[in-house]
């Protein structure tokens, strides 16, 4: 399991259930995709467990077949992107804690499974954007598939700085398992989607509870 450098050089943060909370108009246009392709609706607590991991590997786990997983994934973008940007609403003091690290030196950037132009959108539209050096999302075009893809990305765009340097914020496993694959430690955060246990069996260095609580452990008393 990968240290937590202390204090960190870098923060990559996940964006849905991280930054943002975006849960209920995720769920939302999921299950009206779901009705538009013909599938049955999956019940809530099953739709929010596909908030946060790439759309290839949380639709066939909850049972999509997979000639419907691309169909599907179109019937949402249809309804959920342009309704996005107004979807995803930081969590009550997360806009306090990046301030917090920004002006203590840090340097921040948003790794997300989310597709480039939506999270480029969400954060450069949003609240959160001044704080933030980069943001880096999906593209299976330039070689993003998985939450790793984004990650090694994310760590090159700031410089190509040591990983051991840099820290995770996320609130799924996939967050961790895609950090880890570069060596990067991950904080996980109590407040988003992960079930009971989920981030700790995943190998999370440190569950926090609230974004101040984030901000005194990376940066110390």
Known sequence: ?????????????????????????????????????????????????????????????????????????????????????????????????????????????????????LATRIVVEGPLGRWFDEVVGADPAAGRHTKADVVGTALGSLGGLDATAVVMVGDRLHDVHGAAAHGVATVGVGWGCAEPGELEAAGAVEVVGSPEALVALLLGP
């Open 1 to 117: 399991m990968p240290a937590l450098p202390s204090p960190p050089a870098a923060v990559l943060f996940d964006l849905d259930g991280t930054l943002c909370d975006s849960e209920a108009g995720i769920v939302e246009h999921l299950a009206a995709a779901h009705a538009t392709v013909g599938l049955p609706v999956p019940s809530r607590p099953v739709l929010r467990g596909c908030v946060g991991p790439p759309w290839s590997e949380s639709l066939p786990a909850i049972g999509v077949p997979p000639d419907q997983v691309e169909p599907l994934i179109t019937a949402y973008r249809a309804t959920y992107d342009p309704a996005a940007p107004g979807l995803a609403v930081p969590f009550p003091g997360v806009a306090d804690a990046l301030g917090h690290l920004h002006g203590a030196g840090l340097a921040l950037a948003v790794a997300t499974s989310k597709p480039q132009h």
